[in-house]
């Protein structure tokens, strides 16, 4: 498959470039790298827009606007019960069949244990149906995402923590762009987000996977539009540019 044009990735001479911080900022590349702005920078994350731009967005697309309201959302992404509590209940689901086998679970039994746990919490067809399709959907994604080299033949996705904790490491970074935070306070929940992903993810590649099927299930949903494309093209990048962050921070920071 062709990818386009991959993403420039440029990165901020006097910002961090290893350890819990710099791996924290490396957890935001999906957005810091594909708007155009620095990896590793506090106050460049994104190239397209002033402070003034950053917080009419801010406004606009997550209602914030103030400092509680930041801290609020910033605590929200940092949460282990993540954003998309239907997904992780699937996931964590199939994660557990694949404990108890020892290997990737197919998608019969996957729709037999859904089915156990609607009867045993008692749930009707209505969410049967819905779980299942939204297992459907994550199937889909992991077949092309195995297609677009995102994951191994076969391969599938543990978690989706990822998506709220790459939007948490830039959210860090939003509060002092938008006045809303100082240094201080704006590295010590970017650590905290790069803590996370450590937490519930292998790799710099599964939690790649995780976050864009995070983003996809909350944007794209099946379409496999530029909400897909976009991220994906950020991810062959980090994965293969020879200054990538990717390739020379442990994946197991802190």
């Known amino acids: 498959m062709q990818f386009g044009t991959p993403p420039a990735l440029h990165a901020d001479p006097n910002g961090p470039h290893h350890g819990p911080l710099a791996h924290a900022y490396a957890c935001g590349v999906h957005i810091a790298v594909n708007g155009g702005g620095r990896w590793n920078s ?4 994104c ?8 917080r009419e967005g801010m406004r606009d697309d997550w209602g ?8 609020v959302q910033q605590e929200a992404l940092l949460d282990d019960d993540g954003s998309n509590p239907l997904a992780s209940l ?5 994660r557990q069949l694949a404990e108890q086998y020892g290997g990737p679970v197919d998608a019969t039994t996957w729709r037999s244990v859904i089915s156990h746990w609607c009867r045993h919490n008692h749930h009707g067809e209505d969410v049967y149906r819905e779980l299942l399709g939204l297992a459907g959907m994550i199937l889909d994604y992991e077949k ?44 010590w929940y970017a650590v905290r987000a790069g803590a996370q992903a450590a937490r519930y993810h292998l790799s710099w590649a599964d939690f790649s996977a995780g976050y864009i099927l995070g983003r996809c299930l909350h944007f794209d949903k099946g379409e496999f539009g530029w909400r897909y494309t976009d991220p994906l093209a950020v991810h062959h990048t980090m994965m293969a540019h020879p200054q990538s962050p990717w390739l020379h921070i442990p994946f197991g920071f802190p």
């Open 42 to 45: 506090v106050d460049k994350v």
């Open 47 to 54: 190239a397209c827009c002033t402070a003034e731009q950053k």
């Open 90 to 94: 699937l996931l964590g689901l199939r």
């Open 64 to 71: 914030i606007t103030g400092a509680e309201e930041w801290r």
């Open 144 to 187: 092309r995402f195995a297609a677009d080299g995102l994951l191994p033949p076969g391969g599938f996705i543990g978690h989706i923590g990822a998506w709220d904790f790459g939007r948490a490491a830039n959210m860090a970074r939003w509060g002092v762009q938008c006045g809303w935070a100082d240094l201080a306070t704006s590295q």
